[in-house]
């Protein structure tokens, strides 16, 4: 067996590999035996909690895609027109504007720059 550390986005896990002796076909199956080890570690990792907040106002602006906020280009009390970008997510190294669905007044930013997202993750209101 052998150990390994592996970081993703960040964080770093342990996971021990065994080595089966076979092929490589048969050697690629031992990581996914260690995977459930890792995968606790990984849960608490996600950041969930920008979806969890619930915004002042009853438009809500979602991230299209996971990433992380690359820039805020509204503020609070700002008016927006359909279409104007109220937050940018930056995703695989590009930039995702993220749109007002319709015409209002930004109500609250719910992310900071630098903040994972989830796809779904609430990132503005308008009202």
């Given at each position: 067996?052998?150990?390994?550390?592996?970081?993703?986005?960040?964080?770093?896990?342990?996971?021990?590999?065994?080595?089966?002796?076979?092929?490589?076909?048969s050697?690629?199956?031992?990581?996914?035996?260690?995977?459930?080890?890792?995968?606790?570690?990984?849960?608490?990792?996600?950041?969930?909690?920008?979806?969890?907040?619930?915004?002042?106002?009853?438009?809500?602006?979602?991230?299209?895609?996971?990433?992380?906020?690359?820039?805020?280009?509204?503020?609070?009390?700002?008016?927006?027109?359909?279409?104007?970008?109220?937050?940018?997510?930056?995703?695989?190294?590009?930039?995702?504007?993220?749109?007002?669905?319709?015409?209002?007044?930004?109500?609250?930013?719910?992310?900071?720059?630098?903040?994972?997202?989830?796809?779904?993750?609430?990132?503005a209101?308008?009202?």
């Open positions: 067996m052998k150990n390994y550390t592996i970081t993703v986005n960040g964080t770093a896990y342990d996971v021990t590999v065994e080595d089966k002796g076979g092929t490589a076909g050697a690629g199956s031992a990581p996914a035996a260690s995977r459930p080890a890792s995968a606790p570690a990984a849960a608490p990792a996600a950041a969930p909690a920008p979806a969890a907040k619930t915004g002042a106002g009853s438009i809500r602006i979602e991230a299209g895609a996971a990433g992380k906020v690359f820039k805020i280009d509204t503020t609070v009390g700002q008016a927006v027109k359909k279409g104007d970008t109220v937050v940018t997510i930056e995703a695989m190294k590009m930039e995702i504007p993220v749109v007002a669905p319709q015409d209002g007044t930004v109500a609250s930013i719910d992310c900071s720059v630098g903040d994972p997202c989830e796809a779904g993750a609430l990132l209101t308008l009202n």
